[in-house]
């Protein structure tokens, strides 16, 4: 099974490849935490920075061999999740996509209004992320 993490990072596709903003200080912590996680227990995942990525249609290409996508969603990142999930099952309609993070907890109604998310994990995602794995 071929699963990989959507890092959206600091937004769009390309933020690299602007000018440096303080943006670029920041990382995603819950990503780290639970790619940490999954590693000591056996499961791999490929990482797909979207801010390096310089297209739209370079996500689509890559995305279309996973079989899982994860994804974690920050409020001010979720019109990026949720345009990499529909770009991720337009690709390749049998990919599942998994997110969780801080919109999911705060937000749920509008992550469930996403039909594209097949599977949403709210509050603390360390042990249910084990259990989906």
């Keep these: ?19 440096h903003t303080i943006h670029e200080l920041f990382g995603d912590h819950g990503m780290g935490l639970l790619l940490t996680i999954a590693k ?3 499961f791999d995942f490929d990482v797909i920075p979207m801010s390096n990525l310089h297209s739209w249609a370079q996500y689509r290409t890559i995305v279309k061999k996973y079989d899982i996508i994860c994804m974690n969603v920050r409020s001010w990142r979720y019109s990026y999740a949720k345009r990499a999930a529909q770009i991720a099952k337009s690709a390749n309609p049998n990919i ?6 801080f919109h999911a907890t705060v937000a749920p109604q509008e ?11 709210r509050g603390e995602a360390e042990g249910a992320f084990l259990d989906l794995l």
């Excluded at 099974?1 to 000018?19: F, N, Q, S, Y």
């Excluded at 599942?96 to 993070?101: D, K, L």
């Excluded at 992550?111 to 994990?121: A, C, G, L, N, T």
């Design 40 to 42: 000591q227990h056996g």
């Design 96 to 101: 599942r996509v998994w997110v969780g993070g």
């Design 1 to 19: 099974m071929k699963r990989a993490w959507v890092d959206l990072g600091v937004g769009d596709v390309g933020t690299w490849h602007r000018p």
């Design 111 to 121: 992550m469930e209004e996403v039909e594209e998310f097949d599977i949403i994990v």
